[in-house]
Structure formats: structure tokens, C-alpha cells
């Protein structure tokens, strides 16, 4: 596998149900992101992690927790979600502010969430 | 405040023909950075070109060249010998400011190549 790597690729669940996003990166780099992209939105950024630590939450509701247990695997857990919860969600990774290399940020191809 | 904007939502091409995707970008900064990516229809969002502020000479990177004016703080994408392929939502971003990673997005530009 190269670049990022997001599964599922499509997700159907009930609002009661319980699930997670997985995302892999194989880019050597130690910032991870969660971006949300709603239908006529621009792109939401959700969370930042840098060196697996939670440096950014984008005052996301609880019904979303991410996880980072190393600096190439980002999860996002979904519990209880809403029906305006359905979008496409993306993950990206760079290098870290100041690390050098250039912070470009990377994506994968994005989880289509369906909240029924 | 920080602000990117793309005021064409979108734009025809013919294919072989060379298209303009505009941006403009309001910062107080400096020192800043601009990023195209191109989103197909199957939802990847894919890095085509950076722009440092402080980069002499205009980002090229084969059929996409960024026309950087930092005065008036635009930087278009050009897509030379448009491709069929080349249909995608483009979107323009900008580093924000301080000691931080985070992007702000523009609202996008879709593009449709016709034969």
C-alpha cells in the first residue's frame, strides 16, 4: 500500500449503531487530520494530531472521537450519530509544522457515511 | 482574517484547451503558502501544486502551472491541453497562519472537460 489508505469506503449505519473510520498512512510523516465534507460546504477541518498527540478539535460534538495510537494510524469513532452526519469524510497526513520536508498535506480517497 | 476565494463555481473547457481556475486569498500575512488540489468524482482529494509567498518564480508541475500575483494576492491554476480526465472539483487552499499546519479551503471549482 503507498500514500493514505482510508476503510471502509462506504458506511451505512442506524443512529444507534456504533462504528469507525480507519485511516493508514505510509508516507513517513507525523500529522494526521480528520476533515469533514458535507454537500454544498466547503471541507471542515475536524481534528489535528501531531506526533499522536490532539492538537486541534474543531469543536466537534462527543458522538465523534478520534484515536491516534501511532503516527501512521488515525481512527475516528462514530457512536449515536444524526442523519446530518452523512457526509464524506477524508484523511490526510503531513509533516508535522516545522519538521521540515514541506506540510503538504495528503489525502485518502474518503469514507461516504450514510446516517440512516 | 484569513480567507480564500474562488468565485467560479463552475466552468466548461474544450479538451485540448487551456483553462484558468481563479483564487484569491486575503492574509496579513508574510510568509504563507497556497496549495491546488483536485477532487474527482470518486472523492479523493489529490495535491496538484504549492506556491510558497516567497517563491521567486511561478509553481509549475507538468500541465499545471499556478500564476501567482501576491499583489493582488491571486493565484490562479492554469491546466494546459485539457484531458476528459481533468473533470473534478478544484480547490484552492491556503496554509493558516502561526505555527500550524491546519488549511483553509476555498469552496471549489468544478470542471467539466467536453470532447
Known amino acids: 500500500e503507498t500514500g493514505v489508505t482510508q476503510t471502509p469506503r462506504h458506511l451505512v449505519m442506524g443512529m444507534t449503531n456504533k462504528k469507525s473510520l480507519k485511516c493508514e498512512q505510509h508516507l513517513g510523516h507525523n500529522a494526521m487530520y480528520w476533515y469533514k465534507q458535507s454537500a454544498k460546504k466547503p471541507l471542515e477541518l475536524m481534528f489535528v494530531?501531531?506526533?499522536?498527540?490532539?492538537?486541534e478539535n474543531n469543536s466537534v460534538p462527543s458522538r465523534f472521537s478520534p484515536e491516534c495510537p501511532n503516527s501512521s494510524h488515525l481512527f475516528l469513532h462514530l457512536h449515536t450519530l444524526q442523519p446530518e452526519d452523512s457526509a464524506l469524510y477524508l484523511c490526510a497526513s503531513s509533516q508535522a509544522y516545522g519538521q521540515g520536508g514541506g506540510e503538504t498535506q495528503y489525502f485518502g480517497p474518503g469514507t461516504r457515511l450514510l446516517v440512516l | 482574517a484569513q480567507k480564500i476565494t474562488q468565485t467560479q463555481p463552475g466552468m466548461f473547457v474544450q479538451e485540448k484547451e487551456a483553462v484558468t481556475l481563479d483564487c484569491t486569498y486575503d492574509?496579513?500575512?508574510?510568509?504563507?503558502?497556497l496549495f491546488w488540489y483536485k477532487q474527482p468524482s470518486s472523492g479523493e482529494m489529490i495535491f496538484l501544486i504549492y506556491?510558497?509567498?516567497?517563491?521567486?518564480q511561478n509553481a509549475t508541475e507538468g500541465r499545471y502551472s499556478l500564476n501567482f500575483q501576491k499583489a493582488r494576492k491571486s493565484a490562479n491554476l492554469v491546466i494546459s491541453a485539457s484531458q476528459l480526465g481533468d473533470s473534478a472539483m478544484y480547490f484552492c487552499?491556503?496554509?493558516?497562519?502561526?505555527?500550524?499546519?491546519?488549511?483553509?479551503f476555498g469552496t471549489g471549482t468544478l470542471l467539466a472537460v467536453q470532447p
Open positions: 487552499a491556503m496554509k493558516e497562519s502561526g505555527a500550524t499546519n491546519k488549511l483553509i
Open positions: 492574509t496579513s500575512d508574510q510568509s504563507y503558502g
Open positions: 506556491q510558497g509567498s516567497y517563491d521567486e
Open positions: 494530531y501531531n506526533f499522536k498527540e490532539q492538537t
